[in-house]
């Protein structure tokens, strides 16, 4: 089992930032990757960003150039940090887990609103 811990979600103004942060517990030896993904209402659930125990990062489009992950091994967590946020990037954003071998594991979700 693992368990995930997400805060840092809120309101806030266009173009402002917000930053997400997720730590890890519990059997956490068999985490390939942590991430972010975003389902917004009415929408399926998307990736934002994940990156691997090893660095590789991976972004969506729409986030490229706003949004950083970074990953601290030591804590085992992982951090979004926001800028330059829009109104379609409101949504709730889920921790997620990636494991070798499954299940993976997500987070309870943290709101994000982006609104003037």
């Known amino acids: 089992q693992v368990q995930l811990v997400e805060s840092g979600g809120g309101l806030v103004q266009p173009g402002g930032s917000l930053r997400l942060s997720c730590e890890a517990s519990?059997?956490?030896?068999?985490?390939?990757?942590m991430g972010w993904y975003r389902q917004a209402p009415g929408k399926q659930r998307e990736l934002v960003a994940t990156i691997t125990t090893g660095g590789s990062i991976k972004y969506a489009d729409s986030v490229v150039g706003r949004f950083t992950i970074s990953r601290d091994n030591a804590k085992n967590m992982v951090l979004l940090q926001m800028n330059s946020l829009k109104p379609e990037d409101t949504a709730v954003y889920y921790c997620?887990?990636?494991?070798?071998?499954?299940?993976?594991?997500w987070g309870q979700g943290t709101q994000v609103t982006v609104s003037s």
């Open positions: 519990g059997s956490i030896f068999n985490m390939y990757a």
């Open positions: 997620l887990a990636q494991m070798f071998f499954p299940p993976d594991y």
